[in-house]
């Protein structure tokens, strides 16, 4: 081997184009790795938090009565038609009450050759949202709460704005339940009775017992869109009341009531970024074209409430409540939705707190 030299120079020229080589090739056709993700799932307590399922008289009774047949007949699937005519209601409302709580992840659907889709059974998700609804029910906080809240709609959709109607008349209409249970006599009158020392409403006493009609205020706060107790909480509380801008720290006045204004305002910037997000993500979300331009709708409303110059709470959170609706009743659960969902909570309890 005497003699025998090695060119580095030509092994590093060979390096160099085989490097190259490999660069075009990858450039022309890269190394592509297959992925797969599962979508997070939305889960019972962002959706129905966000559907206020509790709020609907039928859908609550009917998962709770679902939740009951899954523990006497485990594993077998039951008509909701059943259900219905146990309520007294029409029997063709079966097919879209199980998409409803199908749509919500609570059930799932036995879909016939028919079209008949009403056979259904509870999901996990939904079993836990019925007991969820079962201890709501023996919540009285939440109950007196909801019942302030759905009285006084009820005197104002019942009655109009004029009219008296009987006080106990309100067990006709089956919006004036909480979870599915209807509001107890004690816990309505006791209700009405704190919307009458708010002056929401006027009670007067008869001779079959009493009559409750709407005020002004009470118009006001239920048009708000917020609930009772949001509309009281921005009412002043009696007292000398002075206006001063921009000022913390001090009260001013002699008097032993005071009530002094600091406008400080509120802050809903990060509810303002959270419907320019749905906006934004609105056509990636495979909804319909009727839900879509509704989400785009109901975001379009809730920046507005955001970035007025006085943001009105109550009227933020209804249009939060009602965005956030729209969204969870899309069928199909996406990463983009869970996304969506989740923020706009986080922008929520950044505003109000929770």
Request: glycine share 8%; net charge negative.
């Amino acid at each position: 081997m005497a003699g025998f030299k090695i060119n580095r120079r030509a092994i590093e020229k060979m390096q160099k184009e085989i490097a190259k080589e490999f660069e075009r090739a990858n450039r022309k056709h890269p190394v592509r790795v297959p992925v797969e993700v599962d979508a997070p799932r939305l889960g019972t307590l962002a959706l129905s938090s966000a559907s206020g399922i509790e709020s609907d008289p039928y859908l609550s009774r009917l998962l709770i009565w679902l939740y009951d047949a899954s523990r006497q007949n485990p594993g077998r699937f039951v008509d909701v038609a059943v259900f219905l005519e146990s309520e007294g209601l029409p029997a063709e409302e079966a097919t879209e009450m199980a998409l409803r709580l199908k749509r919500l992840g609570l059930v799932r659907v036995v879909e016939g050759m028919g079209g008949d889709d009403s056979e259904v059974y509870p999901t996990d998700d939904g079993i836990l949202e019925a007991r969820r609804l079962l201890d709501l029910r023996t919540d009285a906080v939440a109950r007196f709460r909801h019942a302030c809240d759905v009285l006084l709609q009820w005197v104002l959709r019942t009655g109009g704005r004029d009219s008296a109607i009987e006080v106990l008349s309100y067990t006709d209409d089956p919006q004036c339940s909480f979870a599915g249970d209807l509001l107890a006599e004690a816990e309505a009158l006791g209700a009405l009775d704190y919307l009458a020392d708010h002056s929401l409403v006027q009670i007067h006493s008869t001779n079959d017992g009493a009559t409750v009609r709407i005020t002004a205020a009470g118009t006001r706060c239920v048009l708000a869109g917020g609930s009772v107790n949001d509309y009281l909480s921005r009412q002043p509380n009696g007292g000398d009341t002075y206006n001063i801008n921009n000022s913390q720290g001090f009260v001013v006045g002699s008097q032993q009531h005071v009530v002094q204004n600091n406008h400080v305002g509120l802050d809903a910037s990060k509810l303002a970024e959270f419907a320019q997000m749905v906006r934004q993500f609105a056509p990636t979300l495979g909804s319909a074209d009727d839900q879509q331009s509704q989400i785009l709708t109901d975001a379009e409303v809730l920046e507005e409430a955001a970035t007025a110059d006085q943001p009105e709470p109550g009227r933020i959170r209804a249009a939060y409540e009602q965005l956030q609706t729209t969204l969870t009743a899309i069928g199909t659960a996406t990463p983009g939705l869970a996304m969506l969902v989740q923020a706009g909570q986080g922008a929520f309890q950044a505003t109000f707190g929770g």
